[in-house]
């Protein structure tokens, strides 16, 4: 008998963060695509709504709205609780949220760090630590994993190029870039330390990944982008959202502790 690789995440329970941003919306997309019942979070009904809606009506039923600040632990219970109680099991978790000011070195300040490190690291730490008995009951009646997919960046790996934003002032700060990579580091860890108990753990790092409808300030700004992927052009939401349901499926059962950089080879060269 052959064994076929499985993307479909039909019977899978998702919650993705950060659900009603650009690459969220292409994540919310893809993901409710291949079949799962996903959950929704993100700070604003309005937006959450708004994600839903934009999906084809054959599978909004499967869309499940959960508004709140994943960054307070009182949300955090909550939201745990709303799991257990409506499904009373998880097989997926796409840690998304993110929220920070940007700017260079001499206008950061310590409060931004904090905020960072709060969105990459201690808020996935947490949703992790209180969604693990939903997680290993998700795996334990399927027979297969549950998966955490951790959405990190490539400039968890790289620096920026401070010559993309000359005296603009709008650069990908450096609290955004540390904390990714500790996130990186975080899912290495989880992986090794939790892999026994039927949960997977891993990063993708988006590359330039720019809404190019919205006017950057930065004179070129895309153009430069482009320049410095070896494919030369920025990528489309759409192609982070593929990755992300490879890593949720059962196709990738035997993927864990891995950084997969979704960049056209930015971090390659």
Same mark, same amino acid.
């Given at each position: 008998?052959?064994?076929?690789?499985?993307?479909?995440?039909?019977?899978?329970?998702?919650?993705?963060?950060?659900?009603?941003?650009?690459?969220?919306?292409?994540?919310?997309?893809?993901?409710?695509?291949?079949?799962?019942?996903?959950?929704?979070? =993100?700070?604003?009904?309005?937006?959450?709504?708004?994600?839903?809606?934009?999906?084809?009506?054959?599978?909004?039923?499967?869309?499940?709205?959960?508004?709140?600040?994943?960054?307070?632990?009182?949300?955090?219970?909550? $939201?745990?609780?709303?799991?257990?109680?409506?499904?009373?099991? $998880? &097989?997926?978790?796409?840690?998304?949220?993110?929220? =920070?000011?940007?700017?260079?070195?001499?206008?950061?300040? !310590?409060?931004?760090?904090?905020?960072?490190?709060?969105?990459?690291?201690?808020?996935?730490?947490?949703l992790?630590?209180?969604?693990? !008995?939903?997680?290993?009951?998700?795996?334990?009646?399927?027979?297969?994993?549950?998966?955490?997919?951790?959405?990190?960046?490539?400039?968890?790996?790289?620096?920026?190029?401070?010559?993309?934003?000359?005296?603009?002032?709008?650069?990908?700060?450096?609290?955004?870039?540390?904390?990714?990579?500790?996130?990186?580091?975080?899912t290495?860890?989880?992986?090794? &330390?939790?892999?026994?108990?039927?949960?997977?753990?891993?990063?993708?790092?988006?590359?330039p990944?720019?809404?190019?409808?919205?006017?950057?300030?930065?004179? =070129?700004?895309?153009?430069?982008?482009?320049?410095?992927? !070896?494919?030369?052009?920025?990528?489309? !939401?759409?192609?982070i959202?593929?990755?992300?349901v490879? $890593?949720?499926?059962?196709?990738?059962?035997?993927?864990?502790?891995?950084?997969?950089?979704?960049?056209?080879?930015?971090?390659?060269w």
């Open positions: 008998m052959i064994n076929k690789p499985d993307f479909s995440l039909e019977g899978h329970v998702i919650l993705l963060t950060g659900a009603s941003g650009y690459l969220g919306n292409a994540m919310c997309d893809a993901i409710t695509n291949a079949g799962a019942e996903l959950i929704l979070s =993100g700070r604003r009904v309005e937006a959450l709504e708004a994600s839903r809606n934009r999906l084809p009506t054959s599978v909004r039923e499967k869309c499940h709205l959960y508004s709140g600040d994943v960054t307070q632990k009182e949300t955090i219970y909550s $939201l745990r609780d709303y799991i257990e109680e409506k499904f009373g099991k $998880l &097989h997926g978790v796409v840690n998304n949220a993110y929220a =920070g000011r940007v700017g260079s070195l001499t206008t950061i300040n !310590p409060e931004d760090f904090l905020m960072a490190g709060q969105y990459n690291l201690i808020t996935p730490f947490m992790i630590k209180e969604l693990f !008995p939903l997680l290993k009951e998700g795996a334990e009646q399927s027979g297969k994993s549950s998966s955490v997919v951790n959405v990190a960046s490539m400039y968890g790996i790289v620096s920026p190029d401070p010559s993309i934003y000359g005296d603009s002032g709008k650069n990908n700060p450096i609290h955004y870039g540390a904390t990714k990579a500790g996130l990186i580091q975080m290495r860890y989880l992986a090794c &330390h939790l892999c026994l108990s039927g949960i997977r753990f891993n990063s993708i790092s988006p590359g990944f720019p809404n190019t409808e919205i006017d950057s300030g930065i004179s =070129g700004f895309y153009a430069k982008l482009a320049e410095k992927v !070896p494919m030369k052009r920025v990528g489309k !939401p759409y192609e959202a593929g990755p992300v490879f $890593l949720l499926s059962d196709a990738a059962s035997y993927v864990n502790g891995v950084n997969l950089p979704v960049d056209g080879g930015w971090t390659a």
